[in-house]
Nanobody, 119 residues
Framework: QVQLVESGGGLVQPGGSLRLSCVAS????????MGWYRQAPGKQRELVAS???????NYADSVKGRFTISRDTAKNTVYLQMNSLKPEDTAVYYC?????????????WGQGTQVTVSS
């Protein structure tokens, strides 16, 4: 199992920046992939960015060039640096850990952190 704790959300003006953090309860070396998802009111949860244990990254088209996912293995932490924020980035952001054990996939979620982009 993996427990995930997010932090770093808040209220920011359009064009501003925020950095989200997600601390895992176990070494992230042992986690196949970690990612950030978001869910806006009335919308489905969507992938924002992900990073594999081999450091391969993937981004939603809507955030490419603005958001950067990274990790610090010594701190078991994954970050999401969000720049040039837009009102449409407003959502609850969730950290995800995906493990594959004996050909089965398991997903773990944090509690979510609110990001609001508004003037």
């Amino acid at each position: 199992q993996v427990q995930l704790v997010e932090s770093g959300g808040g209220l920011v003006q359009p064009g501003g920046s925020l950095r989200l953090s997600c601390v895992a309860s176990r070494s992230i070396f042992s986690i196949n992939a970690m990612g950030w998802y978001r869910q806006a009111p009335g919308k489905q949860r969507e992938l924002v960015a992900s990073i594999t244990s081999g450091s391969r990254t993937n981004y939603a088209d809507s955030v490419k060039g603005r958001f950067t996912i990274s990790r610090d293995t010594a701190k078991n932490t994954v970050y999401l640096q969000m720049n040039s924020l837009k009102p449409e980035d407003t959502a609850v952001y969730y950290c995800n850990a995906h493990l594959e054990v004996a050909a089965q996939g398991y997903d773990y979620w944090g509690q979510g952190t609110q990001v609001t982009v508004s003037s």
